[in-house]
């Protein structure tokens, strides 16, 4: 039986195992520049990021990666996910749904104003799971981002 809770700096390097996979699964391996030393310095000494992890037996099995935004609208803060991940072999258990829960838990707690992820337009499982959660798509709202690699680019316009 896995329990969910919030990860400590010893699980910096079995959560960056699951975010190689997770970048494995997205397509997207290539894009991963960051080490697990880095992780444990986003997660514990920045105060930047958060994560909560699924543990079953002394092994992560599961994860939601995550840190806190705004809504000037509402004037609160709110939380974003960044990464969730289950492992395959585990999917269809509940533990996708249980790291949502305890997130939209802390949201509750924390009275946020909303809790906020993006998800591929390919994932088709994800996307059905999320909508039968309860979440909806804001299809009206376009995803923009500069990538480092572009700083100097967008700097000289």
Not at 108 to 131: A, Q, V
Request: glycine share 8%; net charge negative.
């Amino acid at each position: 039986m896995y329990n969910i809770r919030p990860a400590v700096r010893s699980d910096s390097a079995e959560i960056f195992g699951l975010i190689t996979a997770l970048a494995e699964y997205e397509k997207m391996s290539d894009l991963v520049t960051g080490t697990a030393d880095d992780l444990e310095k986003l997660l514990f000494d920045s105060g930047v990021g958060h994560c909560i992890v699924a543990e079953d037996g002394g092994r992560l099995i599961g994860m939601a990666l995550y840190f806190y935004n705004l809504s000037t609208f509402k004037c609160r803060a709110g939380i974003h996910l960044e990464d969730l991940f289950v492992l395959p072999e585990r999917r269809g258990e509940g533990i996708g749904k249980q790291l949502l829960h305890t997130l939209c838990q802390i949201a509750k707690d924390e009275n946020l104003g909303r809790l906020e992820w993006e998800c591929l337009d390919w994932n088709t499982p994800s996307l059905e799971f999320y909508h039968h959660m309860g979440a909806e798509s804001l299809d009206e709202w376009v995803h923009l981002r500069v990538d480092e690699s572009r700083f100097d680019e967008f700097l000289s316009k």
